[in-house]
């Protein structure tokens, strides 16, 4: 099992849609979780963190489901502009300090 | 402040060649990273500098060596380039793991 896995989409949805997206992380002891979003050709950016039962920012909302090892990022009110790749990261500690990156979820919002 | 910059933007090489790809910060970060994205997958650490003066293997790091020249720096050597370092490389840095991660715009290398 991979440490981070993501369905890699696309998921196309129409503008106003909410959309949800999975990550499930192999490694029952990390305790932070990141959403990182990457532009297409550009570099990653910090979208939320993760470090209890959840997170709320606007129309972004992340949910951490420990029993079950997944992370969710719900987007609400999709814009034009929330098109992009969706990264899941995970912290692990241990041997040497690494961010566990998923391979991404692409989001398309169209008009 | 620039935050993370990265030179060059893109480099063709042929197999053989080195090259040193450059990074700086601007943020006075502890720790600073290099990973490489290829298609499909997620970034992959090659090597990080949690301070001043260390610097540490990551998941990928054959083939590569670097240098934390001073703590605004981190640059990132091949030696002897293969086209199977064709890849995008992303330099990043942090206040400490596992901070976020501040990343510089990319260097896009072609090894043919």
């Known amino acids: 099992r991979k440490e981070v896995e993501q369905d890699p989409g696309p998921f196309n949805v129409p503008e106003g849609a909410t959309v949800a997206f999975n990550c499930t992380y192999s490694?029952?002891?990390?305790?932070?979780f990141f959403w990182y979003r990457q532009d297409c050709r550009k570099e990653p950016k910090l979208l939320m963190s993760?470090?209890?039962s959840g997170n709320e920012d606007g129309r972004f909302t992340a949910q951490l489901n420990r029993a079950s090892q997944y992370i969710s990022l719900l987007i609400r009110d999709s814009k034009l502009s929330d098109s992009a790749t969706y990264l899941c990261?995970?912290?692990?500690?241990?041997?040497?300090?690494?961010?566990?990156f998923g391979a991404g979820t692409r989001l398309a919002v169209h008009p | 402040n620039a935050g993370v910059t990265q030179t060059p933007k893109f480099q063709v090489l042929k197999t053989g060649q080195s090259m040193t790809l450059q990074c700086a910060q601007d943020?006075?970060?502890?720790?600073m990273y290099w990973y490489r994205q290829d298609p499909g997958m997620g970034l992959r650490l090659i090597y990080y500098?949690?301070?001043?003066?260390?610097?540490d293997k990551g998941e990928v790091p054959n083939g590569y060596n670097v240098s934390r020249l001073n703590k605004r720096e981190f640059s990132l050597r091949l030696e002897s380039a293969a086209p199977s370092q064709t890849s995008v490389y992303f330099c990043?840095?942090?206040?400490?793991?596992?901070?976020?991660?501040?990343f510089g715009p990319g260097t896009r290398l072609t090894v043919l």
């Open positions: 990043a840095s942090s206040e400490a793991f596992p901070d976020t991660q501040y």
């Open positions: 490694n029952s002891a990390s305790q932070s």
């Open positions: 993760v470090y209890s």
């Open positions: 990261v995970v912290p692990i500690s241990g041997g040497y300090n690494k961010l566990i």
């Open positions: 943020m006075n970060h502890n720790s």
């Open positions: 500098s949690a301070s001043e003066g260390t610097t």
